[in-house]
């Protein structure tokens, strides 16, 4: 069956769909030893696909579903050559290729989710899915209610680019220093820090703590776990995919 190139490569666990796309934009996919284009379609079963060179393995893997607790200082990006600190480097035991769903800045600390389920992936990071991630921000300064209200409303953070409407509490208030807990549904590059930013506010610590119902819990930095069935269970409910739907298709 033929099957768009991106989407073989993703359900391989290789690597995500977008990632994918980037890889045969830059020219690294090869079918049947020819470059492939974005568009191009392959058969799973017959045609040869190699990645870099490295034939691409299209048989049935275990699909694994990690929780890590990222600590600060580690990069959530799998390429990076300048640094030795990367969050898969803290897999130890995993066999599988997994790789991280969105991303944390270096400075940033929390809850991160590793797979190798291309599918999984692409939903829970897709504009349109909506999937909440909550964060706890330290801001060493006081906070007004009108910078909160810009914030929640949307606010200019690059050229061009306005956050949409989330949603901010106030945990902590005290003379020096303010936490606070954002629930927003986007994953723009850095962008609760831009969003401070925007308002005049710095940030000394930010946390993610939840991503589409599935929280951080007493997890410790460098901590990692699969996980649970319940938590899987939201995810996808979250995701709009029941689970029942799931295991049909799998079917």
Known sequence: MQTRIQKIISDSGYCSRRKAEELI???????????ASLGDKAD???????VSGEK????SVKLRYIKLYKPRGYLTSME????????????????????????LDKNSEGLILLTN?????????HPRKHISKTYRV?????????????????IKIDEGVVTQPC??????????????????????NRQIRKMCDAVGLSVSRLKRTGVGGVKLGMMKPGEYRELTPDEMKTLRAAM???????????R
């Open 138 to 154: 330290t801001v060493p300064s006081k906070v007004s209610e009108e910078q909160i209200a810009r914030m929640t409303v949307g």
């Open 44 to 50: 799973a079963e017959k045609d040869i696909i190699t």
């Open 80 to 103: 990076d050559s300048h640094s030795d600190k990367l969050i898969t480097d803290l897999l130890d035991g995993i066999a599988e290729r997994v790789y991280p769903v969105g991303r």
């Open 240 to 250: 709009g995919r029941p689970e029942s739907a799931v295991k049909r298709k799998r």
């Open 117 to 125: 389920d291309g599918a999984f992936a692409n939903d829970i990071t």
């Open 56 to 59: 691409l393995d299209t048989k």
């Open 167 to 188: 949603t901010i509490n106030v945990l902590v208030e005290e003379p020096e220093r303010t936490v606070l807990e954002f629930i927003i549904t986007e994953g723009k």
């Open 25 to 35: 934009s830059k020219n690294q996919i090869k079918v049947n030893g020819h470059i």
